[in-house]
């Protein structure tokens, strides 16, 4: 199996920064795509930003200019830097991944997510 696992969230002043970070462990033979989703009370679940192996990112036109979502390949580590932060962003933050358990078995895993709450 996989796990993903945040950490990261808490509380934050409007204007203010988070980094966001989710470590995959298991039987991890490689992994695609990763992501950071987030869920406000009374909302459905939103992409906030991915990040394909290479490297190449695709964020919510919301967060553009505003957060980064980067990926450490050695570590099965995605993280994502948030700035400028708006008390409309308070939510759990979901981390997703597409990972191989083998060379021809595919699955998507989510983690448990971590809180983030904006308010002065």
């Known amino acids: 199996q996989v796990q993903l696992v945040e950490s990261g969230g808490g509380l934050v002043q409007p204007g203010g920064s988070l980094r966001l970070s989710c470590a995959a462990s298991?039987?991890?033979?490689?992994?695609?795509?990763m992501g950071w989703y987030r869920q406000a009370p009374g909302k459905q679940r939103e992409l906030v930003a991915t990040i394909t192996s290479g490297g190449t990112t695709n964020y919510a036109d919301s967060v553009k200019g505003r957060f980064t979502i980067s990926r450490d390949n050695a570590k099965n580590t995605v993280y994502l830097q948030m700035n400028s932060l708006k008390p409309e962003e308070t939510a759990v933050y979901y981390c997703k991944s597409t990972v191989l358990t083998s060379p021809l078995l595919r699955g998507d895993y989510w983690g448990q997510g971590t809180q983030v709450t904006v308010s002065s």
């Open positions: 298991g039987s991890i033979f490689s992994i695609h795509a």
